[in-house]
């Protein structure tokens, strides 16, 4: 079973950055998709960025990014430390919410971490 483990959040500015760290029990070479998402109060969760694996170490990993984050946010991840990262600049209001890792095989199973929370007010 993998285990996720999401640090980093806190209370910022706006304007401020926090950098969010999902580390992961094993290796990652072998998640096809790698993704943080957003959830407010009890709304649904969000896709924030995702990273789509290659399958190849010779080619990039697809990365996308939501609408809102465009620009603001950066995902990448270490396969040394097997870890996804999440440095987000540029912080707003509207980015306050619990975030939460998911990492998929190609087998289609998921695994969580359990959030932390990013409060950005004045």
């Known amino acids: 079973q993998v285990q996720l483990m999401e640090s980093g959040g806190g209370l910022v500015q706006p304007g401020g950055s926090l950098n969010l760290s999902c580390a992961a029990s094993q290796s990652i070479f072998n998640f096809v998709f790698m993704g943080w998402y957003r959830q407010v109060a009890d709304n649904e969760r969000e896709l924030v960025a995702q990273?789509?694996?290659?399958?190849?170490?010779?080619?990039?990993?697809?990365?996308h990014y939501s609408d809102a984050v465009k620009g603001r946010f950066t995902i990448s991840k270490d396969s040394a430390k097997n870890t996804l990262l999440l440095q987000m600049n540029s912080l707003k209001s509207e980015d306050t919410a619990v975030y939460y890792c998911?990492?998929?095989?190609?087998?289609?199973?998921?695994?969580w971490g359990q959030g932390t929370r990013v409060t950005v007010s004045s």
């Open positions: 998911c990492m998929g095989t190609g087998a289609g199973r998921q695994y």
């Open positions: 990273v789509i694996s290659s399958g190849t170490r010779n080619s990039p990993d697809g990365v």
